[in-house]
């Protein structure tokens, strides 16, 4: 068995980044970068104080040698113009290199998210039958687009955040201790407590997000069921019931939201006092120091600009450790279905099959310690018309299922013209086999191209032809665009008879030596549903025929009948020997003819 790309939780992260790291380091190191000169402005700003106003002595020799090399204080007092150019330089280059790590971030992060995407939607077609059972199609969409969306951000947005939090406290701190440690002790004391609390606050609030998250999707829920369901709603006047369902949601949504708003609104009242409590220091401790001359005054406005800069970082860094939770979820959401089998079609080889189909005690189990074919075995030959008959459950699908191998069997043999179908490439036997689902599905598409679906070279004149075997031509041409009619989600609505019976001239208007009707006619009426499979026959003598149905008076004419009561083969005959025979079909058949006999008041 082939397996989609299997990674751990953060190598998924490195692994769809592969070609695109090196935009990323760009974006890194732009980050750090921008973070130095837009650090470096207050440090122009002291220098002027310090040493160009107040004519201090300059320590570092480089800058020394710059500034007399200019012609020293008299030149700049001169010409103070040069300063606001210096800082606006600096300016310009903060802001250009946030530009480029914005546009290096997001090109890394957007082609990360459609690499991604791209292989999800792989495993979404091509993963094997079990897993659309497992998952449920929203929970699968939402993985896709939600979860990537999040991934995507973090990748864009959180982790570069992070890179520049570390920079700047990193450059910050740097540059605090060279000018004086003690004032560097007074300007952080609170950073801790300010880290602390907003780390404790997001990890709490996590659990409301949830909260708020699931009581959204009920709302959504409500809306979604009610929308899709509102015939149901209407014809059983059940509006007021729905209204108060709505509201009852609406008001514990609601609820928790305002409860949200109070944690944020707690939050960031203490995380201001901190923050401003630390200001308050960082002014004190420093007017307390530069009045007593340990620093000066541009020392002063470093400090106080630089931490300025530091409280946001500080509070951010709480937000971004706790969306890193936020973030694994995803990652574990997307893992789960990248590691899912693909199915394996084999080899691509052209086989044409006859029709020959037996079944030789074959026990299969969608859990293995329930099965739900229990010795199954029968005989088909090319060309029969063959019905399968049951109650519901009793398997009939399943058996469907194991000849199309969606599913392999646990025990037994299923074999075509002789041959294992284990033994047939998956797509060359998928290709033999024409199949009319139970669920008449038509794609948002015309009707001509819904019918070409299963042989998209064929011309008008077949399509029409299917068309009419399948006793959906005359709809077809009342439409007012005919053949060129959009259907589905974006078309006209159908009825469901009619849907059934385009799904049949789809599968008609394509060749195949086995046909099966998956209970697919049970919108049709019965005098429409006889007169397609009579079409059928005459057209095709030599296509083995598969019928499932509840109905008997669908199969009466079937050569062959097969009885399936809880996952057994109970009888197999024609209509006659079958009536004849106490059991399952000769009891339905009785109920049939009663309730006919009722209906005509005979
Ligand atoms: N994908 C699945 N996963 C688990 N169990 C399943 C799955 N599909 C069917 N079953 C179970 O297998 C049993 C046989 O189902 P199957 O669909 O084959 O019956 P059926 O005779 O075709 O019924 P119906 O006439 O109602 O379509 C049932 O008990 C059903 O619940």
């Not at 300016?91 to 459609?114: C, D, I, P, Q, V």
């Not at 931490?307 to 890193?324: A, D, K, Q, T, Y």
């Not at 033999?432 to 001509?448: H, L, M, Y």
């Not at 064929?458 to 009619?485: N, Q, W």
């Amino acid at each position: 068995m082939k397996e989609a790309k299997s990674t751990g939780d953060l190598r998924t992260i490195l692994h769809y980044m592969k070609g695109y790291t090196f935009y990323y380091v760009v974006a890194v190191l732009s980050t750090a970068l921008s973070i130095l000169f837009s650090r470096l402005i207050p440090l122009v700003v002291k220098f002027t104080i310090d040493n160009i106003i107040s004519n201090k002595n300059i320590e570092s020799k480089f800058l020394s040698s710059i500034y007399y090399e200019f012609g020293g204080r008299e030149f700049f007092l001169r010409n103070l113009w040069l300063v606001g150019l210096i800082v606006v330089v600096f300016a310009f280059f903060n802001s250009f290199f946030s530009f480029l790590r914005e546009k290096m971030a997001g090109y890394t992060s957007e082609n990360f998210a459609k690499k991604l995407r791209d292989d999800l939607y792989n495993v979404i077609l091509k993963a094997e039958y079990g897993f659309y059972s497992r998952f449920q199609s929203g929970d699968v969409i939402q993985r896709c687009t939600s979860d990537v969306e999040t991934i995507r951000r973090f990748i864009a947005a959180d982790a570069i955040s992070i890179w520049r939090i570390i920079f700047t406290i990193f450059l910050a701190l740097f540059v605090m201790l060279k000018l004086n440690v003690k004032m560097t002790l007074a300007s952080s004391a609170m950073i801790p407590a300010l880290f602390g609390s907003s780390l404790y606050f997001f990890v709490k609030v996590k659990r409301y997000f949830e909260k708020v998250d699931e009581a959204e999707a009920a709302v959504t829920t409500v809306v979604q069921e009610n929308i899709t369901g509102v015939r149901v709603v209407k014809a059983f006047t059940r509006e007021e019931y729905e209204v108060k369902k709505f509201l009852e949601k609406n008001t514990e949504y609601r609820k928790l939201d305002l409860k949200l708003l109070k944690l944020f609104a707690n939050f960031w009242s203490i995380s201001d006092f901190l923050a401003f409590s630390q200001f308050v220091f960082t002014i004190i401790f420093g007017t307390y120091f530069t009045v007593k001359g340990e620093i000066t005054v541009g020392t002063l406005i470093v400090f106080t600009t630089y931490v300025g800069m530091l409280m946001w970082p500080v509070r951010e860094l709480g937000i971004l450790l706790s969306n890193f939770g936020k973030v694994k979820v995803s990652l574990k959401r997307v893992n789960e279905i990248l590691s899912e089998k693909l199915e394996n079609l084999e080899d691509g080889r052209e086989i044409k099959l006859n029709g020959d189909i037996e079944f030789r005690d074959v026990w299969f189990g969608y859990n293995p310690e329930h099965p739900v074919l229990k010795g199954v075995s029968f005989k088909i030959s090319k060309g029969e018309k063959v019905a399968f008959f049951g109650g519901t459950g009793s398997g009939k699908s399943t058996v469907i299922s194991l000849l199309m191998r969606l599913y392999d069997l646990d025990s037994g043999k299923i074999l075509i013209d002789g041959i294992d179908i284990r033994e047939i490439p998956k797509s060359a036997l998928r290709k033999n086999i024409g199949q009319v689902p139970q669920e008449a599905f038509v794609f948002s598409k015309t009707v001509r191209e819904n019918i070409a679906i299963t042989k998209p070279d064929s011309d008008i004149e077949e399509i029409i032809l299917s068309a009419k075997l399948a006793s959906v031509h005359d709809d077809i041409v009342k439409f007012e665009r005919g053949y060129d009619t959009l259907v589905g989600e974006k078309g006209i609505t159908l009825s469901g008879g009619q849907r059934q019976r385009l799904t049949i001239a789809r599968t008609l208007v394509n060749d195949y030596p086995i046909l099966i009707f998956d209970d697919s006619m049970s919108a049709v009426d019965t005098e429409t549903e006889r007169k397609i499979l009579e079409a059928i026959r005459k057209r095709s003598e030599n296509t083995t025929t598969i019928i499932v149905s509840h109905r008997i008076s669908s199969i009466k004419d079937a050569d062959k009948i097969i009885v399936f009561e809880n996952g057994v083969v109970t009888a197999i005959g024609n209509h006659e020997e079958l009536v004849n025979h106490p059991g399952l079909y000769q009891r339905v058949w009785r109920i049939e003819n009663v309730l006919k006999l009722t209906e005509t008041g005979e």
